[in-house]
């Protein structure tokens, strides 16, 4: 697999940040009421109410949908909507709005092109502990608007209650790493063993991304540009007065060594230049030690450059381009799964190179295979330094007389296929990498 083209990184990491920040930055809420019980033990407690929809007992929340009967809240956690920070999303031209804690405790105002107004009736009052309670519970709230019928209605006892509400107030009530009122701080990891030229059209891109952004930002100080920015501002997108005024920066994190090393080096970095988050980055090597880094630390990284990403459904921080080398062997899998009628119960063998890229693509073929119920495949490893011969494929065509044969290996692998191109033992299909 290629690292993908580094002009379309910067227009991925563009609309990726133009989202991100048109939601706003998160920071503390001095005028919010703090949490009755704010231990680690029943943040967690609430985390898991909000995030997976299971109550302190373990039990799935009940919910209320209009015309519906009662249904399990795993189905409709409260972040599937709002999102993990409680910042809200607009989808579907449904509009879930935010409900951390700076929003919730103090009146809601109409808005204007995103400017706030203040000088007219609030739509609602601040919530209390007790109003919150009373709209997840009812759907309508202190100033008796009822809710779209979208948002369900919670079965919650008062302690359950009270836990959830606890929790709300402690989403996004932390200022942000790497943000001050003028200043968005981010970082690029480079590992020493990237290719140069790769490094180079990586950072032109990042780089060239920040310059539009400042450009944009330092027209607002300018006296003879400031009008017309405020102009071009009122019909931009929702949010973006957040970030417009802005300079961004970039730092780049450069580790050395072996990945043992790495984990100490970057919080060596994050301790004394705390970003934001993780734009780009690239390495040769497997991106797992930073992917960690990221997870541990609540750190966003965006796209890094990598052919060894992490494959998981439960971490949360890193967005990749795509799988790597996983993903290739996946594609094969995905391929002759879609042909299971033609290949059903005939036996396929693969020949793995014993090497990293070797066992990422065997182990995306595998665990696809696997997931679609199908029997696991003959695997035959290459160890460092011997070269797939003639006489091996012999003898696998003998013994295993495979259907599909695949190949991961390199180019040293072609002259032994090459001999086998007349055989009438040769598979009905050959995948190569």
């Known amino acids: 697999m290629k690292n993908m083209n580094c002009r379309y990184l910067m227009i991925a990491v563009t609309c990726f940040l133009a989202l991100l920040l048109s939601i706003g930055f998160t920071s503390s809420f001095g005028e919010s009421p703090e949490p009755s019980s704010n231990s680690r033990e029943m943040l967690q407690l609430g985390e898991r109410m909000y995030r997976v929809g299971v109550l302190p007992s373990g039990k799935p929340m009940l919910t209320l949908i209009k015309g519906e009967p009662s249904i399990p809240g795993t189905t409709y956690a409260c972040a599937g909507c709002h999102l993990r920070s409680g910042l809200g999303a607009l989808e579907d031209n449904v509009y879930s709005p935010s409900v951390n804690g700076r929003k919730l405790f103090r009146p809601l105002y109409r808005t204007y092109k995103g400017i706030e107004q203040s000088q007219t009736p609030p739509l609602r009052p601040a919530y209390t502990d007790e109003t919150l309670a009373a709209v997840i519970r009812s759907g309508k709230d202190p100033a008796g608007r009822v809710l779209n019928d979208v948002m369900p209605r919670y079965i919650l006892g008062d302690r359950d209650a009270m836990i959830l509400v ?65 102009i071009m501002l009122r019909q931009d997108m929702p949010g973006s007065r957040v970030f417009a005024k802005k300079n961004f920066f970039l730092s780049r994190w450069v580790l050395k060594g072996p990945a043992k090393t790495w984990r100490v080096q970057l919080e060596e970095y994050s301790r004394k230049e705390p970003v934001f988050a993780l734009l780009g980055g690239i390495t040769k090597g497997d991106w797992k030690p930073i992917h960690q880094f ?26 990749y381009l795509s799988k790597g080398y996983y993903q290739e062997g996946e594609s094969v899998a995905r ?72 190949i991961w290996d390199d180019y040293k692998a072609l002259p032994a296929l090459e001999s086998i191109a007349e055989d009438k033992r040769r598979p009905e299909s050959v995948f190569v990498y």
């Open 166 to 230: 606890n929790y709300l107030k402690s989403l996004s009530s932390q200022f942000s790493p790497g943000v001050t009122d003028t200043s968005l701080r981010f970082a690029t990891i480079i590992t020493d063993d990237a290719i140069p030229q790769e490094r180079d059209a990586m950072l032109a891109s990042l780089e060239a991304f920040l310059r539009l952004v400042n450009t944009k930002a330092n027209s607002f100080k300018a006296p003879q540009t400031r009008l017309m920015a405020e």
């Open 294 to 319: 990221c997870e541990d630390n609540r750190i966003p990284c965006l796209f890094p450059n990598t052919d060894f990403p992490v494959i998981s459904d439960k971490d949360w921080y890193t967005l």
């Open 335 to 406: 391929y002759l799964n879609s042909k299971d009628l033609m290949i059903k119960g005939k036996a396929i063998v693969q020949i793995v190179r014993a090497s990293h890229e070797g066992q990422a693509l065997s182990v995306g073929f595998q665990q696809t295979w696997k997931d679609f119920g199908q029997r696991a495949p003959v695997t035959i490893t290459l160890p460092p330094g011997k070269i797939l011969s003639k006489d091996l494929l012999d003898q696998v065509l003998s013994s295993e007389k495979p259907t599909v044969l695949i």
